[in-house]
């Protein structure tokens, strides 16, 4: 039978964002249960942050260690089912090894690691144990994503030519880790964020995103990666010409430092009959562009759209979904895929539509390309994993 | 100390719209628990419906009735707290009634009930109960609406002058409640719907927008209803000059035969100094508007925002929060206010930032007074309650 | 053979706004010649103005009787064909009559006269003349208008149903016509300008427009007009339902006391199977919405769009065309007729497509009509001319 | 005293479509009077072009040789002060120099020539001779372009950090130029149009308005030019990473490969306190955005614009002005420039607000340097003159 899907977290405390992000996309649907924690590394705020989520005393933790240990000596019928991990980029690794070790599937922030290394030993793991690992490229998740990447697939745009995608944020301009902002200490500061700043925090959601619509493979990158706010360890700015797999030609935006931008992910992918174009921050619109007919406005919730799009959909056109709803959907088909493999089943390729350790690993290897293409005086260099 | 509120739900069974969405805005903030339903007026559908939801089998009940009646005999530390009526109008006043007699606070969809009459009655028990009930005019729980909400408030744009508010769809462009389409069905029936159509469904929603936003009352209307498809027995289409109580004139538009519209209600207020404009399908921007200065952009989840707005976010800038989101903070506030009494404090006016039973019977004379309006060769129809 | 049309003017001297949209106007398409004019009522500034606009110093006239006295006198080849008349609307009536009674097609700036009374003898003198008159209601030289008319003329949506047209600015939003604005003092006085403010001088253009592009007539209004600022003699803002020759109903707001904005007309058409919505500020766009399919963007420039539309477009798509164009339009067609006319040739559907005497009535009518409708306590007004 | 500067214009016949554009633009401001030409190389075409245009057929030449010879002959009183060369790029440079040898200043579409050598050769001549030579980058005709550069200037964003230029076009996503499209066929033949496509087309003026807008230059690019559409010779995609003379960097896409685009240059500069975004398709908005605080939607037309702004704009606000007047305001400025000089005044710097001989350099190195760094493995090429 059918029952909620049971959640534990590591990291997410107070004061965290991301972590509230997750508790929320994991409540929407009503098929996960949030059930115990250990979310700070700070005993006192694990433990109040535990209480002000309605965690059960005796599951709140104190350590991913405690959680692992502890959590595996219940009784299966209570047990948690898998636990997200919501830490800086360092912490991901050795919390998600030893999940998979104690039998217990992982949803992981991305990037999956802090390096190519260990996405590749976490890829072994997960394929041992046979348990299921879900990475958050959230932007995947969108609805109107999903209806562009079908209409790729079904051909209405012919070959697909070019991708533009921009990813354009505003809030390092300033020096803020140096001010205060926890979140932007962390990711400026290569120990626990890893080799690149801006290509690895929203540089990876970018090309996942041109890769998930096009169904193409990044295969060559050309980058200028630049620290433009003085004192800054990594890059908050970068510019990378593509090359993708069936010829195509790419440009990539990622950059942190665009003064009065919020999160404004963009994509334009041109084919030889048509284009799109998809804006993050109105999502509910998906511009479907033809050569010498009228461009068409998609709009989610709507019935002419795919089976697929609709699967990702909870309301009616014009009642508008967002960000949460996106990461729901990432969620929803996670818990639907350890639904249907606790109850024997085979997860439909609906159920399966969410990044995994494979979107991960090409994930690391964009970082390590890029920053290594940076480097070179040669104009092309080889996106290899 | 502070506890997860508890949620039964009367109505809101399988294919039910808007039963799902009240789902999803209780559980977005993790503050309360769906606890118990009376799903549908099919015992068969209650129960798979529950079981889909998984709820406890005993708490799985098949009328109103047994619902309030089992409620009530569970010990108060299981009990329910609240119970939310999402059936046809028709019916939300006799269980809204029950449900206070019997000590529970309730939520209600709008409009609030069949008649101003009943609304009426349903005030004087909720102040003789000391219970709250909450309505769920969705719009206004939108940041960008408080936002708006505030800085008239603030005196920013001087006396407002004028408002202009407009609610366009299209689904009913069509006789589609003689295709087997529930949702159109009753809401095109007088005996379940009322005695207005378009302007009970949406125009209520854009009369308490307008209020809600300029803080001002509307006095007077002139009402032009009109039955646009052919066999239609209530008001698909309405046009209504307003006055408002400071001398300001308005103009609301409420229809459903708009061909091709969505959920486009769009508000646009005008005052000596500037003016708003707010979309309710791209709700993360306000436009606020100047006499000789540059329009700015104002954008949910920006430090620059008001605390009213910053309250009822979840996430930064960039990162759209939509129609659920705006639902869940009427659930969210409701909540607050029931765990703020529940530890015998007042609940603080942020808490209380929800439509009550007060704005209920506004909308109800508002249907009253439309239909009257309609009806007369008089231009002007007192807006009286 | 063909030759350029040579053009007079009265009124426009320096200083004026609408004079120099006119030349510019009558000068895009290179098919008329501006001649002559009396360009001011003082000596000194029309002949200044003149010669800042290279008139040669002997067709430089300093009353409106000289030049058509004196024009009237030069041989045929170099005689002016048309007069524009551009001074404020009480000035309108005795320089048209007059330039007819001497033999000259007019050009006249809406509304056409001071009053209904005036337009009705104008329309008797043209036809008497077999001249030609043309009013500059400037939105409907559009070409995105033309398709829209086009799309609805050929029943893509089906009988109409449903109108809204909105015309707010906030120029007038503070007593400026006492702060030395000429273009305001003039409006703001009945004496220069009729019995309506807002509803001459945007109102009109509005009520034409709804009635281009749908192909109907208004019959019956209810208006509410105010005077919004203190101190004000005429109306500056106006709500007004309307019923159409169909049954379709409508709104219209005219008002100009909107705090912020520009000159932001749009408008919205619905019938059975989709709709329209033009916005005049980005005028290059027609959304074309249906019921059940995507919206479609159509652009100015595109191969797709009808004959009439491309007929008063200059360049491809995407390089926008604005105001003075569509502006052009209308002096383009009106010369396009009068070649016609001295060649002996009937113009064409094409050549006469600019507004006439017969749109000036209707507006005056309309004008007449929303005041008397403002001051009745009945409902509907009939809008009979 | 001043009076009308008078045009001839070489190319520009029939069914041409550029040259259709530069009379429009000459036309507007009534400032220039077009008075002679040598519309085609096919000299019926030449005669009958000239005739629809209404020159006298003296001055309808057949070659540009006879036109500068038969010019020169005429009295002082009634020559020609410029020439217009609208023809094919490879038929700039010699009626260029021609028309500086016999006096006559010079207006060319670019890029200016075929190739930086005659470029060079052109600016030699200019300086030699002290006449005046105008380029018409169009775009940086726009009046919210000059106030984004006003802005940018002032310093208001701070030092500039970033540019994002993107030009694409869809229109030769088919080989059209063996479909019987003129416009096609010559840009994409070497010998007429240069050595290459997109980026001699429409790149350089991406490269140009990013130079404009921001005052820095361009000095060093990474190239990646795509044939996309099979049997083309030249480029028709290409993208460019950029490095300016401040050490900011940059992308620069144009390609008219983008199926579905109409003209869509967009760019965005981003400086250390805020940014700046226009479209040229819908021009008069500039989108000026903040760190923390609201985006700023300046508009055409009000009174808050800079000078520079302000003098290149004709009508308030809300009243759209395009493509024409943009390029309208280049004729403008040359004529006010040659005006001075003929009254033996210096031309001030609003006057000189045109691109030169030396922008027609800088382009024609951009396209020299993008096609070496194209043919290059390096990352970086210099770009020098």
Request: hydrophobic share 40%; charged share 25%.
């Amino acid at each position: 039978m059918r029952r909620k899907i049971r959640m534990g977290m590591i990291g997410g405390g107070k004061d965290a964002f991301i972590g509230a992000v997750h508790r929320i996309a994991a409540n929407i649907d009503g098929q996960i249960e949030f059930c115990c924690g250990a979310l700070s590394a700070h005993a006192d705020i694990a433990r109040e942050s535990g209480e002000e989520l309605y965690l059960p005393a005796d599951r709140i933790y104190t350590t991913y260690q405690e959680l692992f240990e502890k959590e595996s000596a219940r009784p299966a019928a209570e047990r948690m089912d898998f636990v997200t991990i919501v830490t800086p980029n360092f912490a991901h690794f050795e919390p998600a090894m030893m999940a998979l070790d104690h039998g217990f599937n992982v949803v992981i922030e991305k990037p999956i690691t802090l390096n190519l290394e260990q996405a590749k030993q976490l890829k072994q793991k997960v394929e041992e144990t046979g348990l299921t690992l879900c990475l958050t490229h959230t932007y995947s998740g969108y609805p109107m994503v999903k209806q562009a990447r079908q209409m790729v697939k079904e051909g209405k745009f012919g070959k697909i030519r070019k991708v533009m995608v921009e990813y354009p944020q505003g809030w390092l301009s300033r020096l803020s880790e140096r001010e205060g902002n926890a979140q932007a200490a962390w990711r400026t500061d290569p120990a626990k964020s890893g080799k690149s700043g801006s290509m690895g925090d929203i540089g990876t959601h970018a090309a996942h995103l041109s890769e998930y619509i096009t169904g193409l493979k990044i295969t060559q990158v050309c980058a200028d990666l630049n620290i433009v706010v003085p004192g800054r360890a990594l890059d908050d700015d970068g510019n990378v010409l593509l090359k993708f797999d069936n010829g195509a030609s790419g440009v990539l935006v990622a950059t942190q430092i665009a003064a009065g931008e919020e999160n404004a992910l963009k994509i334009k992918v041109y084919g030889e009959n048509g284009g799109l174009e998809w804006h993050q921050m109105e999502p509910n619109t998906l511009l479907i562009k033809w050569l010498d007919e009228p461009a068409q406005v998609y709009r989610a919730g709507q019935p002419y759209l795919s089976d697929i799009a609709k699967h990702n959909l909870r309301v009616p056109g014009g009642h508008p979904e967002g960000y949460l709803e996106a990461f729901a959907n990432i969620y929803r088909n996670f818990a639907l895929t350890l639904q249907a493999k606790a109850a024997g089943n085979t997860p439909t390729e609906e159920m399966l539509d969410f990044p995994s350790v494979e979107d991960g690993i090409r994930g690391m290897a964009f970082i390590d390309n890029v920053v290594a293409s940076n480097s070179s005086d040669q104009k092309w260099y080889d996106h290899k994993i």
